[in-house]
T-cell receptor, first 115, second 114 residues
Framework: DQQVKQNSPSLSVQEGRISILNCDYT??????FLWYKKYPAEGPTFLIS?????DKNEDGRFTVFLNKSAKHLSLHIVPSQPGDSAVYFC??????????????FGTGTRLQVTL | DTGVSQNPRHKITKRGQNVTFRCDPI?????LYWYRQTLGQGPEFLTY????????KSRLLSDRFSAERPKGSFSTLEIQRTEQGDSAMYLC????????????FGQGTRLTVV
């Protein structure tokens, strides 16, 4: 049962353009969402997060949008740079006292930013 | 503190052997997690510690797997009688106890069972 889904395994975007990575979830108990970036042979690196009480969070070139009614979130990267080429994982968790706050990950989207 | 540290980075072992991995979390982080990632998949939760207490285990963690976190500092993950299906990247992450903080991951241990 894949509770977090990233339906696009790969995405290619030209340098300077916008990259949009999508993620869907099924578990309505999730209340905190994160994006991680991963290079080969390295662990995931935290990029940006959003709480379910918000619908947008911005950090520099990265913006995450959350649509709770659709159980959908997206990561926008603008402008895209060659160094952004990596695998991006969407993750969700349930926060709060007494919970493990473990992360449930999607299968990832490989982003390639071309010159 | 340079972040979450995992050792070894790579381990090749013969089927049936036991292996042990170590994770040193960020020093002030109470929470420590182990995940496993196989090819083409995202990391999957294995187990979680709050300080020295192991509070949750995934059903992915068979009887051959055991994890410890003595004194609430570093953690070890042991796999007994390894099988080829255990080949994966084993990731450790740590985070603070407060609610809305992210987990920081180590670089992982790549296990290959031959």
């Amino acid at each position: 049962d894949q509770q977090v889904k990233q339906n696009s395994p790969s995405l290619s975007v030209q340098e300077g353009r916008i990259s949009i990575l999508n993620c869907d979830y099924t578990n309505s108990m999730f209340d905190y969402f994160l994006w991680y970036k991963k290079y080969p042979a390295e662990g995931p690196t935290f990029l940006i997060s959003i709480s379910s009480i918000k619908d947008k969070n911005e950090d520099g070139r990265f913006t995450v949008f959350l649509n709770k009614s659709a159980k959908h979130l997206s990561l926008h990267i603008v402008p895209s740079q060659p160094g952004d080429s990596a695998v991006y994982f969407c993750a969700a968790s349930r926060r709060g006292t007494g919970t493990a706050s473990k992360l449930t990950f999607g299968t990832g989207t490989r982003l390639q930013v071309t010159l | 503190d340079t972040g979450v540290s995992q050792n070894p980075r790579h381990k090749i072992t013969k089927r049936g052997q036991n292996v042990t991995f170590r994770c040193d979390p960020i020093s002030e982080h109470n929470r420590l997690y182990w995940y496993r990632q196989t090819l083409g998949q995202g990391p999957e939760f294995l187990t979680y510690f709050q300080n020295e207490a192991q509070l949750e285990k995934s059903r992915l963690l068979s009887d051959r797997f055991s994890a410890e976190r003595p004194k609430g500092s570093f953690s070890t993950l042991e796999i007994q009688r390894t099988e080829q299906g255990d080949s994966a990247m084993y990731l450790c992450a740590s985070r603070e106890l407060t609610a809305n903080t992210e987990a920081f991951f180590g670089q992982g241990t790549r296990l290959t069972v031959v």
